[in-house]
């Protein structure tokens, strides 16, 4: 019996030591493998190819008709937009068409000056928040009290409905 597990220790110790050593080698390969490619791109070794000619590429965008205005016509909104931004007056200043970048503008400035107000107004309900708060201390109430008040509120409720229904039940009886 101590032959057989002296085996099988001796197994299972070889088996443990021949899976590590091939881990080591496959790591150290890998190793190898890059140092190696790494002195090869520093080198720049690779030849040179000739370029056959390339088959003539379709065209990326079928050719505009040249009478066509590049720029985009503005919506109702755009309208607005670019009134708000101050870019024009009136809503007639505003030309058949707008270039896109005009439009782009326009609308990252409503989009800051929409920021700005947001900011301060968060600002300005952080403040009334404040003067609320101080004021309510003022007057002795807190979140605490006005909970238990309303909690002995609905005791009282409870009690009451209890009262009734066990006064019906005896009516009932």
């Not at 590590?20 to 490619?37: A, D, F, S």
Request: charged content about 25%; some cysteine.
């Amino acid at each position: 019996m101590a032959s057989f597990i002296r085996s099988a220790l001796f197994t299972t110790n070889m088996n443990a030591i021949r899976s590590r050593l091939y881990i080591g080698n496959l790591i150290g390969q890998r190793c190898r493998q890059v140092t190696e490619t790494w002195g090869q791109r520093a080198m720049c070794s690779k030849p040179q190819e000739a370029k056959a000619e390339p088959p003539p590429a379709a065209p990326a965008h079928p050719p505009r008709a040249g009478f066509k205005i590049p720029g985009y016509t503005p919506s109702a909104l755009d309208k607005k937009i670019l009134i708000w931004s101050g870019r024009f007056k009136t809503e007639d200043q505003i030309p058949e068409f707008v270039s896109f970048e005009m439009i782009d503008a326009a609308r990252n400035k409503v989009r800051v000056k929409a920021c700005y107000v947001m900011m301060g107004t968060t600002i300005g309900a952080c403040l009334v928040m404040v003067f609320l708060g101080k004021r309510a201390v003022g007057r002795n109430e807190s979140l605490t009290g006005l909970n238990m008040e309303k909690k002995a509120r609905w005791r009282e409720e409870l009690q009451k409905e209890r009262e009734a229904n066990l006064a019906l039940s005896e009516k009932a009886q």
